[in-house]
């Protein structure tokens, strides 16, 4: 088998490389990035406010304090980090 004849083989399978149509306008191409934009940004859980980010931090402290606070977290029914926050700010604000 030549290499024409492969090609024209070969040929049979492959799908057509030419793209009908005609190109998009200026006005059609902005419009298209914008809607794809919109349900990019619609997906997955929504963005937080930056004053709502926190960072994790690894604190040491004795055995009795953190049964402390998990007592008075678990009286007040929040986490043990709502209440450590809670203390930080009523430090700083003094």
């Not at 149509?21 to 191409?29: C, E, S, V």
């Not at 678990?74 to 430090?91: F, Q």
């Amino acid at each position: 088998m030549t290499q024409e004849q492969f090609d024209a083989e070969a040929a049979r399978y492959e799908p057509p490389r030419k793209v009908q149509g005609k190109p998009l306008t200026d006005a059609q191409w902005s419009t298209m990035k914008q809607t794809a934009s919109t349900i990019r940004r619609r997906r997955g859980r929504p963005v937080k406010p930056i004053e709502d980010h926190v960072a994790r931090v690894l604190v040491s402290m004795p055995r009795d304090l953190l049964a402390a606070i998990d007592a008075a977290a678990t009286s007040e029914d929040v986490s043990r980090a709502a209440i450590i926050a809670k203390g930080m700010r009523l430090l700083l604000n003094q």
